[in-house]
């Protein structure tokens, strides 16, 4: 990956550009790194509990300390944090099978659900969706409306923090918070949830210090640090994940049974090195940002707009610079540097999906990484990057990529 001087000189001026907001971002690391330090140290970690458990996993002491961990973090009664869970995805599938019961309705007020929600909620018709059981979808979108009939007859709320592929900017937790205030004025009982996938110790607060009653996500994204192998967290109020646990093993044992496998260290280490690593992420985000705003393309967000995710969106416009950027991330990375990527179906997205993820752990996008869907208006969606300067190099070879094949 060899860059031409004029290449990185505009990187250098780019670079310079952003000294304050990098210095802002820094801020928020030490606070949320402070949060972390003092959830391990009311946790009463030890090294013992590193060991490993297998078969039912009763009594695992290495489980409860990692879940205390998430609890403290996120200031909430209770949390389930488990490799049993495999993605974000299962996560919230996990959430709404043991929240809701048939007849009641899933409320969406941040409008469509990422694409993988849909398979969950029966928009697009697979096995074993909520709708088989009766379940009902409903959604609006908070930014343009607010429908307070609908939320009268929800019985779940959720709230998608990120703008998953809609090119919309993410929700702020401020925002997030406002939504949740003026959701509790038209129903109080309603159990709000949050997907908090993308968005985690970006800023120094998280949902569920707004309000939120359940708050979930992946562990190979942020929380993981690009240390953990896999796992996703459910954390909130215990009257709400009683329901969920039933759902993650057997009604009856909930909680009380899985193994850690030996992932405890990997669990712990990922999440204690996770603030620093998101700092990196949301910086070499601000670069490509601005990067690629400097040449013409738009960009949400923008580099100067606060953020509430690690998730670039570059609107390239057409499929080949779509394919060209995605390849020249894809040769930017440690792993699997040389492979040819092309648009191909994936397990739970309704559009063919091109994907550059040359990452040590199998779809982790807190690694370097950039997806999109082939439709209009061909956005990549970057995000990631455990240093910075390989999301800045990266960002600057897909740049004169671009210019080479394109002249841009």
């Known amino acids: 990956m060899k860059l031409s001087n004029e290449i990185l000189s505009i990187g250098e001026n780019i670079e310079n550009e952003l000294t304050d907001f990098f210095k802002e971002i820094d801020k928020v690391r030490e606070k949320n790194f402070v949060k972390v330090l003092e959830a391990f140290q009311k946790s009463s970690v030890h090294d013992v509990d590193f060991r490993d458990t297998s078969g ?22 209770a949390s389930i944090v488990r490799p049993q869970i495999v993605s974000g995805t299962h996560a919230i599938s996990t959430a709404l099978f043991g929240l809701l019961r048939p007849g009641n309705l899933l409320l969406y007020i941040t409008g469509e659900p990422y694409e993988t929600g849909e398979g969950i909620i029966g928009i697009r018709k697979v096995e074993g969706s909520l709708a088989e059981y009766g379940i ?16 009268k007859r929800a019985s779940v709320i ?41 968005g ?31 796992g996703g967290y459910i954390v909130g109020q ?26 405890t260290r990997l669990f712990l280490q990922g999440v204690f090195y996770a603030p620093l690593v998101v700092s990196n992420a949301l910086k070499g985000a601000l670069f490509a940002s601005r ?35 995605a390849q020249a991330i894809q040769s930017a990375s440690p792993v699997d540097s040389d ?55 990266a960002a ?13």
């Open 158 to 198: 959720t709230i998608q923090r990120s703008g998953g592929y809609s090119f919309k900017k993410s929700l702020t937790v401020e925002e997030i918070g406002e939504a949740i205030r003026r959701v509790r004025e038209v129903k109080s009982e309603a159990c709000i949830m949050v997907d908090n996938c993308y």
């Open 396 to 408: 600057l070879h897909a740049l004169e990529i671009l210019k080479k094949k394109f002249g841009i």
């Open 291 to 325: 990067l690629f705003e400097e040449f013409g393309f738009e960009v949400k967000p923008r580099f100067n707009e606060k953020r509430s995710d690690i998730v670039q969106a570059i609107k390239l416009g057409t499929p080949d610079m779509l394919i060209a950027f």
């Open 200 to 230: 985690e110790f970006v800023e120094a607060v998280e949902p569920a210090d707004v309000g939120a009653d359940v708050v979930i996500g992946s562990l190979i994204k942020n929380m993981g640090g690009g240390i953990t192998p896999t």
């Open 238 to 263: 215990e009257k709400y994940i009683r329901k969920i646990e039933a759902m993650l093993t057997a009604p009856g044992v909930g909680r009380e049974i899985g193994p850690m496998l030996g992932l």
């Open 339 to 393: 492979a040819e990527i092309e648009p191909s179906p994936l397990a739970g997205y309704g559009n063919k999906i091109l994907m550059a993820a040359g990452t040590f752990v199998q779809g982790s996008s807190i690694e370097l990484s950039a997806d999109a869907p082939m439709k209009e208006p061909y956005v990549a969606y970057l995000q990631g990057g455990i240093y910075y300067e390989h999301s800045k190099l």
């Open 56 to 77: 039912y996993g009763y009594n695992d002491p290495g489980r409860g300390k990692v879940e205390k961990v998430y609890a403290e973090i996120f200031k909430t009664e």
């Open 136 to 151: 009902n979808f409903d959604k609006f979108d908070i930014r343009e409306e607010f429908d307070r009939e609908k939320i």
